[in-house]
């Protein structure tokens, strides 16, 4: 029963031992500072190692009590020391914006859940006495500094500026080539035209003129003559009179006229042919009857209601096509590069302003 009693004092001796050695300790690096500085509280415990450390749950930007803020809170650094002991350390970073003496309470900290406290502190918090009539003596007004060139600002718009220089060559190296590939331009004419008859009849008027009837080169007279009627009879019925013999054009009209007026229009066509292929020689009356003939037959055929007007339509080759292709290719090209550089350049100078401004 003795023993017992001895092992019994023996344990409680050990676990007050072991219990004393727990050392919680918070110390200030200055325990004065101005007003607006900053100022470190450190907070230590020294326990064995493998106990579990609990440190208060704080957070930067609360107030430790009222006028002490707390801006930062660092992690926590081990230090191993003899005989199986750590020092764990957490430092904290202190504010104050109120000239007063402040009263740092303990701060508890939990070792294998068992609370441990520190000492109390005090700190002091000291204005800054200023001269309002001789502020400009220790702190003079300072000037407006200029912000620090920085590369890295303007190193994309430089880059911009060179893609502007580039769009800029290519669209004058287009230009160029537009400017010496220049379009085909055909437009749609509308002339005046005479009517078929009149026509006609103004030839009939130069064979008139130039007394063809009583000329001695019959052939000649004889091909304007049927030529003239042949070109009428093209441009009023729409007959490809020019390459038809004289038979199938008489077949043609007589779907068209009386037989009397084919007739006479047959014995033109044939004394013609006797003339222009087997040498015949016509009399004078003879001629000047079948220019009369031809001159009623217009007269009695002719339209006074057809259109005076004609339009013309040009063609292109397949090379002029593909000409003016290539123009409005280009013409395209020219109109998105030009885009491209103008809008980029509206870019750079809108980050220009940002920079400066």
Request: proline letters at 3%.
């Amino acid at each position: 029963m003795r023993r017992l009693k001895i092992i019994i004092i023996l344990l409680m001796c050990l676990s007050v031992h072991a219990h004393s050695q727990v050392v919680v300790e918070q110390r200030l690096d200055s325990m004065e500072m101005f007003i607006g500085e900053q100022v470190h509280l450190t907070l230590s415990v020294t326990a064995k190692s493998g106990q579990r450390v609990e440190f208060p749950a704080v957070k930067a930007g609360t107030y430790l009590l009222d006028g002490i803020e707390l801006l930062e809170v660092a992690d926590a650094d081990t230090v191993k020391q003899d005989n199986g002991m750590q020092k764990i350390s957490r430092k904290y970073t202190l504010t104050s914006f109120d000239d007063t003496l402040y009263y740092l309470p303990p701060v508890t900290v939990k070792v294998d859940g068992k609370p441990y406290q520190s000492k109390s502190l005090a700190l002091k918090v000291i204005t800054v006495e200023v001269d309002t009539l001789k502020k400009d003596e220790f702190f003079p007004a300072k000037g407006i500094q200029d912000n620090p060139f920085m590369w890295s600002d303007w190193t994309p718009i430089i880059w911009q500026i060179l893609l502007v220089i580039l769009l800029s060559a290519v669209g004058y190296y287009l230009y160029k080539r537009l400017r010496s590939n220049k379009p085909i331009i055909k437009r749609i004419k509308v002339v005046k035209k005479m009517l078929p008859h009149q026509k006609a009849l103004k030839e009939i008027e130069r064979i008139k003129s130039e007394k063809m009837t009583s000329s001695e080169d019959q052939k000649a007279y004889y091909t304007q003559l049927t030529d003239t009627l042949r070109t009428y009879l093209q441009d009023r019925f729409g007959i490809n009179a020019m390459e038809m013999t004289s038979g199938e054009i008489i077949d043609r009209l007589r779907q068209e006229e009386d037989k009397e007026k084919l007739g006479e229009l047959r014995e033109l066509f044939e004394t013609a042919d006797l003339v222009k292929f087997a040498k015949y020689s016509a009399l004078i009356n003879e001629n000047d009857r079948n220019l009369t003939t031809v001159v009623a037959f217009i007269n009695d055929t002719k339209m006074e209601d057809m259109p005076t007007e004609e339009k013309i339509v040009p063609k292109f080759t397949e090379e002029e096509k593909r000409n003016n292709l290539s123009h409005k290719v280009l013409l395209s090209l020219i109109a998105v590069v030009a885009l491209c550089a103008a809008l980029l350049f509206a870019y750079i100078i809108w980050q220009v302003v940002l920079l400066i401004g």
